[in-house]
Structure formats: C-alpha cells, structure tokens
C-alpha cells in the first residue's frame, strides 16, 4: 500500500481563526507531499501572507505555499474549480459548503468540508452546576462566540433548568467588553459591524417567542464605535425556532428544558448540523451513552471547546466530512495506491484457468 500526494490543493479558510486555519490546512498538505494555494477569508488575508512569507525565509521552495486573496465569487470559485486543482478544503458555512462541492463535482475532485455548527450542551440532572454553568459561559463566549464549535444550544434537565438561567445570566453579566489588548478584558468585539447586526437582528426577532435572560443590546458610550454585543442568554424559545436552528456566529446562548434522557438526546439531535457537542454527568453510562448517540464528530464530557492537536476535528450531517489535524488529516490530503508483485517467476498462474480453462 502507497500513500501518494494528491497534487495540487486547493483551500479555503475563514475569517474566525485566518492563521489557525490556514495552518490547518498548508501544514498536512504539505507534508503529504501536496503543493497548495490558499484563498484566505476576503476579511482577514494578512496573517496568511505573513505566513507563506515565514515559509519562504524557512527555505519553503517557490510554489509550495501560494496564497491568492480575493473574493470568494472570483477568487475562491475559480480556484475549487480550476482543472488543474486536484482536492479541495473548504471551512465555512453550509450553504458555501454546498456551493464548493457543486463546483468541485465538475471535475470530481477529492473536497473536504469542514462547515456550520450549532453545538449542543446537553446538562444532566447529576452534572455539577457550577462547572456547566462555567462551561456554558466559558463555551458560548469563546472567540465572542465565532466559532463553530461554540456552546450555543444549552438542554438542561428540568430539576436544573431554572438554577442553571439563573446562574449562567449572573455570570454573563460579570463579562468585561473592552479592548482586546487590555488585560481586564474578557470580551472583543465581533468581526464587523455586519456581523454585529446579525447577530443583534436574530436576538432581536427571537423576542417575539422567546425570552431574553441577560444583554441582547450592544453597549452605550466608546464601545459603541467597534462591533460589541453584550453576552447573551435566550430562554424558552421552542426547538423549531430560527434561533435554536440557526447559526448565529456570535456570543448567544439559547437554553431549553429537557425531561428524560431520550429527549435530552434527541433535542441535541435535531438540528441539521453535527459538528461537536458536549455531555454534563456524573455518571459515566449516562455520559458514556451520550457520546455513543449524539451525532456529531466530537463529544466532551464535563467540558466544551479544547481541541488538541493530536485529535481529528470534523463533522457528521450538514457539518461536513474529512478531518483536520491529527494523522487523520494526513490522510486527507493522500491518495491510496495498492502495488502487488509476482515473485514466482511463473508463466501460467492458477487463476489463469479461467481464461485456458484445463489445458
């Protein structure tokens, strides 16, 4: 068995984590033996070209690590479909996602698309309050909630429902916003202000049906200037509702109640999306059968958000599929060749019989 590279890559990154990702994607094509051009995110091109500049001082020969900028509609759809790029990787949103593939069947190249989330975090009765309240926190806020494993539907068994809103509002509203180079800051601003006012417009129509708990407003006075918005918790809005289907990209948190551990599951379930997700136990079946049932291409237990190098990060469902990081994003960017030789020196093989029959 050969592994062999692919060719030539074709990636996408986004604007959320623009150096991350791109190393994500340069780093195993590369070492596959791939040469790669990168589109970064029209928002956020600069750390790319830094790096492909910190590549060539290294000694990355001319050609390896190309970086093209541009949009995504000229740039980046000539690229997933230029005949001579052999794979495309694309991290995004779905409806993207399902733009590159449509591009990227034409000339049935290999993609890998890591796309939307919309992770739940799932609290059983037995969790410990106060460290799914920090995790809810900690989880939804992360990045000002621009990312698409972000804690963004929190299911919380009934005996803890109404402790846990209480207790996750309190600690939201202790968040300092701020800039992001001071050190009493917890909280930047999004993006941009278009992002900003996306995320406003969902919280803002969700209070026809739901209710708002804490923040869903931007700040008064000198932050008003950049793209803040306050930390927020969504209540009682019903599982069909825009904002618990949707992806918001921003830093909102939507609680549910939940009854029985079936339901508990199925409502982590019922989403198109299978990107990540987290269980809060004590008990390790129960937290054991979480893992096993919820979709989705990572489950935490008692935790939400570290990723680590040496894990694969993707999806199930609408999320995607192929993994970044680990071995398994090596094989990614690889192709599989099966190579067998005859060492008998024989003329007429057994199998040949099939042909000669018995002569």
Same mark, same amino acid.
């Given at each position: 068995?050969?592994?062999?590279?692919?060719?030539?890559?074709?990636?996408?990154?986004?604007?959320?984590?623009?150096?991350?990702?791109?190393?994500?994607?340069?780093?195993?094509?590369?070492?596959?033996?791939?040469?790669? &051009?990168? =589109?970064? !995110?029209? /928002?956020?091109?600069?750390?790319? +070209?830094?790096?492909?500049? *910190? @590549?060539?001082?290294?000694?990355?020969?001319?050609?390896?690590?190309?970086?093209?900028?541009?949009?995504?509609?000229?740039?980046?759809?000539?690229?997933?479909?230029?005949?001579?790029?052999?794979?495309?990787?694309?991290?995004?949103?779905?409806?993207?996602?399902?733009?590159?593939?449509?591009?990227?069947?034409?000339?049935?190249?290999?993609?890998?698309?890591?796309?939307?989330?919309?992770?739940?975090?799932?609290?059983?009765?037995?969790?410990?309050?106060?460290?799914?309240?920090?995790?809810?926190?900690?989880?939804?806020?992360?990045?000002?909630?621009?990312?698409?494993?972000?804690?963004?539907?929190?299911?919380?068994?009934?005996?803890?429902?109404?402790?846990? &809103?209480? =207790?996750? !509002?309190? /600690?939201?509203?202790?968040?300092? +916003?701020?800039?992001?180079? *001071? @050190?009493?800051?917890?909280?930047?601003?999004?993006?941009?202000?278009?992002?900003?006012?996306?995320?406003?417009?969902?919280?803002?129509?969700?209070?026809?049906?739901?209710?708002?708990?804490?923040?869903?407003?931007?700040?008064?006075?000198?932050?008003?200037?950049?793209?803040?918005?306050?930390?927020?918790?969504?209540?009682?809005?019903?599982?069909?509702?825009?904002?618990?289907?949707?992806?918001?990209?921003?830093?909102?948190?939507?609680?549910?109640?939940?009854?029985?551990?079936?339901?508990?599951?199925?409502?982590?379930?019922?989403?198109?999306?299978?990107?990540?997700?987290?269980?809060?136990?004590?008990?390790?079946?129960?937290?054991?059968?979480?893992?096993?049932?919820? =979709?989705?291409?990572?489950?935490?237990?008692?935790?939400?958000?570290?990723?680590?190098?040496?894990?694969?990060?993707?999806?199930?469902?609408?999320?995607?599929?192929?993994?970044?990081?680990?071995?398994?994003?090596?094989?990614?960017?690889?192709?599989?060749?099966?190579?067998?030789?005859?060492?008998?020196?024989?003329?007429?093989?057994?199998?040949?019989?099939?042909?000669?029959?018995?002569?």
């Amino acid at each position: 068995m050969r592994r062999e590279p692919v060719g030539v890559v074709g990636s996408i990154a986004p604007w959320n984590y623009p150096l991350q990702m791109a190393a994500w994607k340069i780093l195993p094509a590369v070492a596959a033996g791939n040469t790669i &051009v990168l =589109k970064p !995110a029209e /928002l956020t091109p600069l750390t790319s +070209l830094l790096f492909a500049q *910190a @590549a060539t001082d290294a000694g990355i020969p001319d050609g390896v690590i190309n970086i093209v900028t541009g949009t995504g509609k000229e740039a980046g759809e000539h690229l997933v479909g230029h005949p001579d790029v052999a794979m495309t990787s694309f991290t995004g949103s779905t409806a993207v996602g399902k733009r590159v593939a449509e591009i990227a069947t034409a000339t049935v190249k290999r993609i890998h698309l890591e796309l939307g989330g919309k992770a739940p975090f799932v609290v059983f009765d037995d969790a410990d309050l106060d460290a799914a309240v920090n995790g809810a926190v900690a989880g939804a806020l992360i990045n000002t909630g621009q990312d698409c494993t972000a804690a963004t539907r929190a299911y919380v068994q009934r005996p803890l429902y109404e402790a846990f &809103v209480q =207790k996750t !509002a309190a /600690l939201m509203e202790t968040v300092r +916003l701020g800039d992001p180079f *001071a @050190a009493g800051t917890d909280l930047g601003p999004l993006i941009s202000h278009v992002q900003r006012d996306r995320v406003a417009a969902f919280v803002d129509r969700a209070r026809a049906y739901a209710r708002v708990v804490t923040g869903g407003e931007a700040p008064e006075g000198e932050l008003a200037k950049g793209a803040y918005y306050r930390p927020t918790l969504v209540a009682d809005a019903a599982q069909d509702s825009e904002i618990v289907q949707s992806e918001l990209f921003g830093p909102v948190l939507v609680v549910l109640p939940f009854d029985s551990d079936d339901e508990g599951i199925a409502l982590a379930n019922d989403t198109p999306y299978g990107l990540a997700a987290s269980a809060w136990s004590r008990d390790v079946y129960r937290a054991n059968r979480a893992t096993r049932e919820i =979709k989705a291409g990572c489950v935490w237990v008692n935790d939400h958000i570290p990723i680590i190098s040496e894990m694969p990060h993707g999806g199930y469902k609408a999320s995607g599929f192929g993994k970044d990081m680990s071995s398994y994003s090596f094989e990614e960017y690889t192709q599989i060749k099966h190579v067998m030789f005859d060492n008998t020196g024989v003329a007429r093989k057994d199998w040949h019989r099939t042909i000669f029959g018995d002569r």
